[in-house]
Structure formats: C-alpha cells, structure tokens
C-alpha cells in the first residue's frame, strides 16, 4: 500500500506542476484570475486531505519501551496490565503513553519493583484505566480504594437539555 500511496503523491504533484505551467498561459483577465484563484484553493484542499492521510499511510513509528525493572517477573506483571487495559477498556497503549505510564510508576513506586507490581495489581482489581499513587494503607488493603474518577463526556441530548 506505501508503494501505491508514494505514487499517488507522485503523479498528484507532476499534476500539481503541470496545472501551474498551464496556467501561466491564460491571459490576465479577470475571469482567468478568478479560475487561479478557484484551482489555488482546490489544490490546497487537495493536499491538505493528501497530508491528514499520510498519517495514516506512514504512520509514526513506535519508540522503544524502556522498563524501569528488567526483572522477567515485572515484564510479565506489566503484560497482564497492558492485557487487563485492553480486555477492560478496550484500550492499547502507544510506545510513548507506555513508556510515560512505566516512568510515572516508577517514581509512585519510590523505585521498588515489589510496590510497582502491588500498583499494577491494584489497579488491575480497583478496574482503574490510569496510573495513580495510591497510599500505603491502601496498598496493604487496610483502607479502601476510591473509585477512579471518571471524565464526564457531554452529549448532544445533555446539551440539549441545559439549553
């Protein structure tokens, strides 16, 4: 598919040049210019909608995950969370939200692999979707985990009805 959208963008650009030689050889009216000024703005559009799917086609690429444990026990830990993330909330984690949220772990965690594994378990049980910096007391289970915070989304009907 790369292939076939690199030539694409080939032939749009040869066609692009083309237009613009062509138009150099309209007369300077006033109807000539307003059809340059029509074709400027179609092509803008064009290449516009050329770069939104280039995105798409030529994504970015992923950076490497740097985990602050390299223990095979906390690599397995981790997998069942980014599992629970996607089975739960039907969610995956791009390279760099992963490597932000093992960072933000490691630093709730006070650099100790034992309490960034009870974290993720935490987590994981509390059905939370973000990294939070939960207490000693609720680590240990003696105090009770709040409900995550959920953001309120606003639909067409609530704004409907406040109006």
């Not at 397995?76 to 629970?84: G, I, N, S, V």
């Not at 378990?121 to 939370?128: D, M």
Request: proline share 5%; net charge neutral.
């Amino acid at each position: 598919m790369k292939l076939h959208w690199n030539k694409l963008c080939e032939n749009l650009a040869s066609y692009g040049d083309l237009i613009s030689k062509t138009l150099e050889f309209l007369p300077q009216t006033k109807q000539s210019g307003k059809i340059k000024k029509h074709l400027a703005k179609e092509w803008e559009k064009i290449t516009k909608s050329v770069e939104e799917l280039d995105v798409m086609i030529d994504p970015i690429n992923p950076i490497e995950i740097k985990y602050p444990f390299e223990s095979e026990r906390f690599k397995a830990m981790w997998k069942y969370y980014k599992d629970y993330l996607t089975e739960s909330h039907n969610m995956t984690l791009p390279s760099r939200v992963e490597n932000s949220r093992l960072t933000q772990l490691y630093r709730f965690s006070r650099k100790d692999e034992e309490r960034a594994m009870q974290m993720l378990e935490l987590f994981c049980a509390n059905n939370y979707r973000n990294i939070i910096c939960p207490s000693e007391k609720q680590l240990s289970g003696e105090e009770p985990v709040l409900p995550e915070q959920k953001m309120t989304s606003l639909s067409i009907n609530q704004i409907h009805q406040e109006i």
